[in-house]
């Protein structure tokens, strides 16, 4: 039985009308299983998420849709460990990361 949050795309298009992601170029912390990275994606110029969840990271990896997958680059790392230039990113996203 999978998962299924947010099936009305509510929770996503908020976030749309909330932020720009358009031609941006995004880190999102807390990523999970990429749910919300597949509607960001395609707006954004590149896309860095990552989730301390080794098993989500490798989750998001596989169900990735190939024609976004050179836009997007995950990593399993915890806030506190990963490490990003400032200057490498125009918008930081986190939805249910706390």
């Known amino acids: ?3 299924v949050l947010d099936a009305e795309g509510a929770h996503l ?3 749309l009308r ?3 992601f358009a031609n941006k170029r995004v880190l999102e912390v807390g ?5 919300l990275t597949r509607g960001i994606a395609p ?3 590149a896309v860095l998420a990552f989730d ?3 098993e989500d990271i490798a989750r998001a990896r596989a ?4 024609e976004l ?16 230039d400032p200057q490498s990113v125009d918008l930081v996203f986190f939805s249910w990361s706390l």
């Open 1 to 3: 039985m999978s998962r």
């Open 13 to 15: 298009a908020t976030i």
């Open 18 to 20: 909330a932020a720009d």
């Open 31 to 35: 990523c999970g299983e990429g749910r």
């Open 43 to 45: 707006l954004a110029a």
């Open 52 to 54: 301390p969840s080794c």
């Open 63 to 66: 169900n990735f849709p190939e």
């Open 69 to 84: 997958r050179e836009k997007v680059r995950f990593e399993a790392a915890r806030a506190d460990e990963i490490e990003v």
